[in-house]
């Protein structure tokens, strides 16, 4: 019965925000079509307050997934970005998103939506400031020189349209560029969000007094700040979930007892879970890795202290805490049935066209729109049958693999 509770906890957090993910995702994946990316890459090189500002402005109109986020920061710090530059991108990707917003609001209410956007911004400022009590420029240029010769594995490419923007608008090409952004995206976050919905939907069933003896609720003030805005990171780095995925602990963590500072100090660690931790060090080498976990560390939680003085000194600081009926509230008919029937229709249209117009990469299993893999160069004829590859990084893998003994995969031409 547990199990089936826990299920049921989990399907009712998910349909509550499913709206809002299919269109924030909808939302990014026009940006990364519409928005070249050569442009963003020109724009944040070189150091000082201006390439810092339009990273955080162009993180935020970017995609919602951390790991995205670390591969475009190292792909920007590799082309001559500050390592401020980059990280501003990482910390703006991930906590100054649309559909980040969306998913606290609902779960969580306004004020934390607030709390986290301003929180994001205050992020940015603190890992500016402290960057150099951390990372020396010496250690920036060896980081940089490793990121360039570091073996990245796969990463998420952004498929992006050339076509003025009149044309986009009614345009089948442009409008595939989004839909295989939308799938690119869904397929690198659904394990991440649907672990966060399993994680949320058991630790729903665990009683409030386990929360309280985690968590110091009577105590003087200092001490509990200082108590939670530390476990906080820590119980985040421990879930391995990040991005919009933590978003629903964070609402069972509220629920059952976790202080204000120290639910916002979870939610902004979702760039030093472990996984994303080893990619750093993979990227950077372990030197640079270990030091901007530990400023990362510190800015969130400093960051959260920032945000829970201002908000208790401006009375915006949230008393009420939901209980487990209210974070896992019951199926009905109201307007979100209706939002999340829009959601299905956008999710099912942009799906369907990347079915349509798309093909598997036999190496990775994104899909690619065929006519732009024809167009760069990013097929293979062998046996009879066409391979189409999301970047040269696959096709080159794919080449080599066909040399080989190991047989390719065999082609998907319908991307299923």
Sequence with gaps: MLVVHGLENAGRMAYEVWWALAFGFAISAIVQAWVPRERIERALSGSGFAPIARATALGAASSSCSYAAVA?????????????SALAFQFASTNLVWELGLVLWILLGWRFTLAEFVGGAVLIVLMTVLLRLFVSPKLEAEAREHARTADAGHEHHAVESTLPLRRRLVSAEAWSDVAHNFRGDWQMLWKEIGIGFLLAGFAGLIPNRVFEAAF??????????????????????????????????????????????????????DLIVLPIIAIYRKYYGSRFALRIVALMFVTMVLAAVAIDGIFGAAHLVPHARPSRSDVFMPIGLDYKLVLNVLGIIVFAALIALTLRRGATDPMCGMTVDRSKARLKGLTVERDGATYYFC??????????????????????????
């Design 72 to 84: 475009i920061a190292k792909s920007l710090f590799q082309k001559g970005a500050s390592a401020a």
């Design 216 to 269: 110091i609720t009577h105590a003087p003030a200092p001490l509990r700040l200082i108590e939670n805005v530390i476990l906080g990171p820590l119980i985040a780095v421990a879930s391995f979930v990040c991005s919009v995925g933590n978003i629903p602990l964070a609402a069972v963590l509220w629920s059952g007892g976790i202080s204000f500072a120290g639910a916002l100090a979870f939610i902004f660690a």
């Design 391 to 416: 970047g040269a990084g696959c096709r080159d893998k794919f080449e080599v693999r066909a040399r080989g003994l190991e047989p390719p995969r065999a082609a998907r031409p319908n991307g299923t």
